[in-house]
């Protein structure tokens, strides 16, 4: 281009794009229901049809709400389960955040069907009903069975190690202990005279007694972790008598007090619980769930097997466990009621390269341990013990990705109640996948 000369484009007018840009002042009015805004194969859909079809009474006869007398009505504990399994299958642990998804997120809103709930309420539904909670998992399964889609010949059993809500610095010696105990009921007693001073406006009655129902608890929590902590060391010290090696003092957590530190899968030692779930190999169904403060899996077999039974009247054919399940007593105990156990043999492989045979039964075995021994030697043991990886780690692996990594309430019963509603929000998507192959086959 020539110097000064002009582009032919230049004398054009610069013309901006038209655009239809975002408006979100306008007011809107939607006349659709909230059956029309959900879509039709959303999973609340499945979980409410399933619901409604449970039998609620033990609830329900909780109700003091009743026709006739005064007194605000309940809330429908259909949808407060409801709630909480789709929570659950969402990974949702906090009510809290429940509570919120009340509010703000359709498939939630559609099982509350316009009733208000508030974070306490739902909070208290869970933490409340361990017992139900079993009871239903106990029916719902025994259903299954009826159906054919449960056996119960073969269950895998596993331990998984759970975060507790506490933190290590909580867990103190007695002396400590004893010292914030002093401090706690130095508090209580400070606000419940603060309370008794009318003259004192500064925080409202509301608040006055949330403060005190706090210290109350924290008092209350202290006074647990001393007798959890005598009782530690009493095991402590027979631990001592019956090895002959000393062991470190016991301490208690101040916040969970039933909490233990455990070594973690990432070697690390942190407070957990220890979630014991059994599952029944042939349909992927959780038949069985405990939680211990053990941070070992020994001893936790026959435990489980005597759940079973008293769930069901009757017991596995088989029990798949790790290596860490493998306790004599256990084995010898469930031999002699004829249950066969699967569980790898410990040192194994050392035994081997010392030049010994780990599956020929030793001079103190009981018959039911020496079978066990020349059983695990056998290929059609290695082919069945097989079967406890693909389904005892499947389903902690399912229960992590559900959000079970550290539990959000505080107790053994609160914790296991918690991992209840897991097994009955796993067994619920397991079972709509029974019914569909059953249905194609």
């Given at each position: ?21 975002a408006s ?8 659709r ?7 039709g ?18 609830l329900?006869?909780?109700i003091?709400?009743v026709a006739?007398?005064p007194?605000?009505p309940a ?8 709630l ?10 906090s ?12 498939a ?10 508030n974070?306490h309420?739902?909070?208290d ?7 139900f ?6 029916e719902?399964?025994?259903?299954l ?19 507790a809500?506490?933190?290590a610095?909580t867990?103190r010696?007695?002396?400590s ?24 406006g ?12 706090g210290?109350?608890q924290?008092q ?5 972790a ?7 060391e ?7 008598k019956d ?11 101040t916040?969970d ?15 957990a ?7 029944d ?6 038949v069985g ?6 941070g ?8 489980m097997?005597?759940?079973?039974e008293?769930r069901f009247?009757?017991t596995?054919?088989?029990m798949?466990?790790?290596?860490d ?5 256990d ?12 569980t ?7 035994q081997t390269a ?5 599956y ?6 009981g ?13 059609d ?5 097989k ?17 079970l ?7 053994l019963?609160?914790?296991r109640a918690?991992t ?7 067994n ?14």
């Amino acid at each position: 281009m020539v110097a000064g000369a002009k582009s032919e484009f230049m004398d054009q007018p610069k013309f901006s794009p038209r655009l239809q840009r975002a408006s979100r002042d306008q007011m809107r009015i939607d006349e659709r229901s909230l059956e029309q805004l959900l879509p039709g194969d959303h999973s609340a859909r499945v979980i409410w049809d399933y619901v409604t079809h449970l039998d609620l009474s033990p609830l329900l006869s909780k109700i003091k709400a009743v026709a006739g007398q005064p007194g605000q009505p309940a809330i429908d504990p259909h949808i407060l389960l409801s709630l909480w399994l789709l929570a659950t299958i969402d990974g949702v642990g906090s009510a809290r955040e429940l509570d919120r998804l009340c509010r703000e997120h359709i498939a939630y809103e559609w099982l509350c069907g316009e009733v208000t709930v508030n974070y306490h309420t739902l909070s208290d539904f869970r933490s409340e009903n361990e017992a139900f909670f079993s009871r239903l998992l106990t029916e719902s399964v025994a259903s299954l069975m009826h159906q054919g889609l449960v056996d119960l010949q073969e269950v895998a059993q596993d331990g998984m190690r759970v975060r507790a809500s506490a933190g290590a610095h909580t867990f103190r010696r007695k002396p400590s202990l004893k010292q914030c105990l002093h401090v706690a009921r130095r508090q209580v007693a400070a606000l419940k005279k603060q309370s008794e001073d009318k003259d004192d406006g500064a925080v409202s009655r509301r608040q006055q007694s949330a403060r005190e129902r706090g210290a109350r608890q924290r008092q209350q929590r202290i006074e647990a972790a001393l007798r959890e902590r005598d009782q530690l060391e009493r095991k402590r010290q027979q631990m001592e008598k019956d090895k002959g090696t000393p062991a470190q003092e016991a301490r208690a957590s101040t916040t969970d007090p039933e909490a233990r530190k455990m070594k973690m899968a990432d070697g690390g030692f942190r407070p957990a619980y220890n979630a014991e779930l059994a599952t029944d190999t042939s349909s992927g169904i959780i038949v069985g769930v405990d939680v211990v403060n053990a941070g070992s899996d020994q001893g936790q077999l026959r435990p489980m097997v005597e759940q079973i039974e008293h769930r069901f009247g009757r017991t596995p054919d088989r029990m798949l466990a790790d290596g860490d399940f493998a306790k004599r007593d256990d084995i010898e105990h469930l031999g002699r009621r004829k249950i066969e156990v699967y569980t790898p043999i410990k040192n194994a492989t050392q035994q081997t390269a010392n030049g010994l045979d780990p599956y020929q039964p030793k001079a103190k075995d009981g018959p039911a341990v020496a079978a066990w021994r020349r059983r695990m030697g056998t290929e059609d043991a290695k082919e069945t013990y097989k079967r406890r990886a693909s389904t005892a780690e499947w389903v902690n692996a399912r229960f992590r990705n559900m959000g079970l990594r550290q539990f959000r309430v505080r107790g053994l019963i609160k914790v296991r109640a918690v991992t209840l509603l897991f097994a009955l929000a796993h067994n619920l998507m397991q079972t709509r996948r029974l019914n569909a192959a059953a249905a194609l086959s």
